[in-house]
């Protein structure tokens, strides 16, 4: 691939994971295609779907005109509606056609990543007719992809890849988000200190530190007091972060030492995927 050197690493876990995606659906038969999956309202062939045109949008192909219907529950905001878009025009598509629509995708996809030239600043479109940097729409490519193969993978009964290059670039996406859960969202005290500590094929320990000001920042150093660490592995921790799973259902797999209240603040807002 001729892509920057600085986005090498979103371009091979893309590769990584949507390789592993057609992987696991050329084989379904028609019924799979339905079965439910960890994103809320989406099946099988909804994820399919939504993959499909996203990457038709990084290709810049218009966006299909199309109404939605008013009764989807888990529509609930213009960037929900937005994703929907792509995904209800093709729900009464055959498993052919959805197969052949993704290779077809990633074939042209393939090409226009290997021709890429552009620099990491360049800005392209992004949803809801805003811009962002290539490097932004790669990393959300990436990191998209690899949530959406876990889902499926959940869907069907195929774990696998939990530590790819996909999964790396995951936890570096959410961890990104956690100062914010911690200080904001949570409303951690001033002053204070966090800990999670992950084990499991993708094993971390980071601190998020509150200031006096209540900003959050995070770091890889241990903190000698802090207010509140949880303890939990990977396959947990993503599928809270990412909206996967509620905590009163994983609860046997979060230990918490310290203030308590506060933990359940902390895990009442670990989901930052919209």
């Not at 099988?44 to 008013?70: A, K, N, T, W, Y």
Request: with cysteine; hydrophobic share 40%.
């Amino acid at each position: 691939m001729t892509v920057h050197p600085s986005l090498q690493n979103y371009a091979d876990a893309w590769t990584h994971s949507i390789e592993a995606i057609v992987e696991l659906v050329q084989p379904l038969v028609e019924g799979e295609w339905n079965r439910r999956t960890p994103c809320p309202g989406w099946s099988v062939r909804d994820i399919v779907s939504h993959v499909i045109g996203m990457e038709c949008e990084m290709l810049g192909d218009p966006r299909p005109i199309h109404s939605l219907p008013r009764d989807l529950y888990h529509v609930q905001s213009e960037f929900t509606r937005y994703m929907e878009m792509q995904v209800d025009v093709r729900r009464h598509h055959t498993a052919p056609e959805i197969v052949s629509e993704l290779e077809y995708t990633i074939i042209r996809r393939n090409r226009q990543m290997r021709n890429e030239t552009r620099s990491p600043e360049t800005m392209v479109p992004a949803p809801l007719r805003t811009q962002q940097t290539l490097e932004s729409a790669m990393r959300a490519r990436a990191f998209d992809l690899w949530v959406h193969e876990q889902d499926l993978r959940t869907a069907l009964g195929r774990p696998g890849n939990i530590d790819s290059p996909g999964a790396q670039i995951t936890r570096d996406v959410l961890l990104a988000a956690l100062p914010k859960v911690v200080a904001k969202d949570a409303g951690a005290p001033p002053n204070s200190a966090v800990v999670i500590d992950v084990t499991g094929p993708l094993e971390f320990l980071r601190t998020v530190r509150v200031n006096a000001d209540g900003r959050g920042s995070i770091d890889g150093s241990p903190s000698l007091g802090p207010v509140v660490t949880l303890a939990t592995d990977w396959d947990t921790y993503f599928r809270l972060a990412c909206g996967r799973v509620r905590p009163a259902a994983v609860a046997d797999q979060i230990k918490i030492d310290g203030d308590e209240e506060l933990a359940a603040a902390i895990l009442r807002e670990f989901a930052v995927t919209p």
